[in-house]
């Protein structure tokens, strides 16, 4: 059974957000790098980079596979593991995460809402301290580790649970509204926690 299959089908983005559509637009448009590390190696040895490439997302799949196996039950880990296959192979479609080709806990992204996720949760560094070449003065790219980049994944997929998936649904679309929702998840959660603190503060001082 594939994974649309066994997500519910109720994925209904249907509030438009002029804003956000515009912010994504910009993003998209900045330059993209003259110094990718994966075609410069791949010029000298395609076969050596394409190695490469395949042993960091194997890497990254043993963490994730890892991570489930302990935090998930039976039942949930063959639909969670699908899913994030499924969030990997819609990014790396677009080559919108991709690893370094030296350090092996390394990975970069350039996707919009991945970005922003990853701010929220304080993890990735926009000066690229292991992209040298590439100055990043528009901040198209964030650098990420391995573990972050997971924790990220592990994000979106658990939304992606609770929205669901409709077969006719643009797949980028569906990401990009799944991180979008993780990232309000979030939000909410520290809003929560804020007014707890404040309650707490006010009938201590009482």
């Keep these: 059974m594939s994974l649309l ?84 192979d819609i990014l790396a479609s677009k080559a919108n995460i991709f690893p370094d080709m030296e350090y092996a806990n390394i990975w970069y992204t350039d996707h919009y809402d991945l970005i922003e996720l990853a701010k929220n949760m304080g993890v990735g560094d926009a000066t690229l301290p292991h992209w040298s070449k590439e100055l990043n003065l ?27 998936y409709q077969s006719d649904a643009d797949v980028e679309g569906w990401f990009s509204y799944n991180a979008r929702e993780a990232l309000k998840t979030r939000k909410r959660i520290a809003r929560h926690r804020q007014k707890q603190s404040e309650s707490w503060f006010i009938a201590y001082r009482n």
Excluded: C
């Design 5 to 88: 299959q066994l997500l519910p089908k109720r994925w209904f983005p249907n509030a438009y957000n002029p804003a956000l559509s515009k912010a994504r637009k910009k993003h998209n448009s900045l330059p993209k790098s003259e110094h990718d590390k994966f075609f410069y190696l791949a010029h000298i040895n395609y076969q050596q980079a394409r190695n490469i490439a395949q042993q960091r997302y194997t890497n990254m799949a043993q963490i994730l596979r890892a991570i489930i196996k302990e935090h998930y039950t039976l039942a949930e880990q063959n639909q969670v593991n699908e899913i994030i296959i499924f969030l990997i």
């Design 138 to 164: 528009h901040h198209r790219y964030l650098e990420i580790t391995a573990s972050d980049l997971v924790r990220i994944l592990l994000e979106i997929a658990e939304e992606a649970l609770l929205e669901g």
